[in-house]
T-cell receptor, first 111, second 115 residues
Framework: GENVEQHPSTLSVQEGDSAVIKCTYSDSASNYFPWYKQELGKRPQLIIDIRSNVGEKKDQRIAVTLNKTAKHFSLHITETQPEDSAVYFCAAVYNTGKLIFGQGTTLQVKP | EAGVAQSPRYKIIEKRQSVAFWCNPISGHATLYWYQQILGQGPKLLIQFQNNGVVDDSQLPKDRFSAERLKGVDSTLKIQPAKLEDSAVYLC?????????????FGQGTRLTVV
């Protein structure tokens, strides 16, 4: 079926360390993969996205990699800061444009 | 630029009652989504519109949920009758066009509590 699997569900790192969140998708026709950050009680907001014609994209401390053959994509946050603490969601757009989200990863950055 | 507007922000109802949520997307956005987000879970797509047509409603419990997008702009989501398990945040989002893989912007959501 159309789903997005996300791991881990929780992640705790020390300030300054890196954090990696991984997702897999099921539809080989998917070609757009956004990542959203949701702080407690707030709406999800886009932090970075990647399209299938690109293998990697970077924006300051955040990077996303895509492996279309394996149907995997990952979010990498370097030099983590306490304000990076939030829930992160990966998503994939399926054939008709359906935007499907993963289950979320709660990231805690300890000072 | 105005964002996605949703109302009400909060709603508490008793089970078996009905409730309606309203969403006004960003002007010019063709795609409108309704998601259900249960505490601790990812947003679950209930229904997706492209202009005033339904793209997907496979996850919408049609025996109790209904949604419409009149004139391809505003949208309402209704639950009748509500069950305890409907307690969740209902998020509306819009994008220029999902077919063009454009960013989806979310509203603040409506937190529904069914008691």
């Amino acid at each position: 079926g159309e789903n997005v699997e996300q791991h881990p569900s929780t992640l705790s790192v020390q300030e300054g360390d890196s954090a990696v969140i991984k997702c897999t998708y099921s539809d080989s026709a998917s070609n757009y993969f956004p990542w959203y950050k949701q702080e407690l009680g707030k709406r999800p907001q886009l932090i970075i996205d990647i399209r299938s014609n690109v293998g990697e994209k970077k924006d300051q401390r955040i990077a996303v990699t895509l492996n279309k053959t394996a149907k995997h994509f990952s979010l990498h946050i370097t030099e983590t800061q306490p304000e990076d603490s939030a829930v992160y969601f990966c998503a994939a757009v399926y054939n008709t444009g359906k935007l499907i989200f993963g289950q979320g990863t709660t990231l805690q950055v300890k000072p | 630029e105005a964002g996605v507007a949703q109302s009400p922000r909060y709603k508490i109802i008793e089970k078996r009652q009905s409730v309606a949520f309203w969403c006004n997307p960003i002007s010019g956005h063709a795609t409108l989504y309704w998601y259900q987000q249960i505490l601790g879970q990812g947003p679950k797509l209930l229904i997706q519109f492209q202009n005033n047509g339904v793209v997907d409603d496979s996850q919408l419990p049609k025996d109790r949920f209904s949604a419409e997008r009149l004139k391809g702009v505003d949208s309402t989501l209704k639950i009748q009758p509500a069950k305890l398990e409907d307690s969740a945040v209902y998020l509306c989002a819009s994008s220029l066009s999902a077919l063009l893989n454009t960013e989806a912007f979310f509203g603040q959501g409506t937190r529904l509590t069914v008691v």
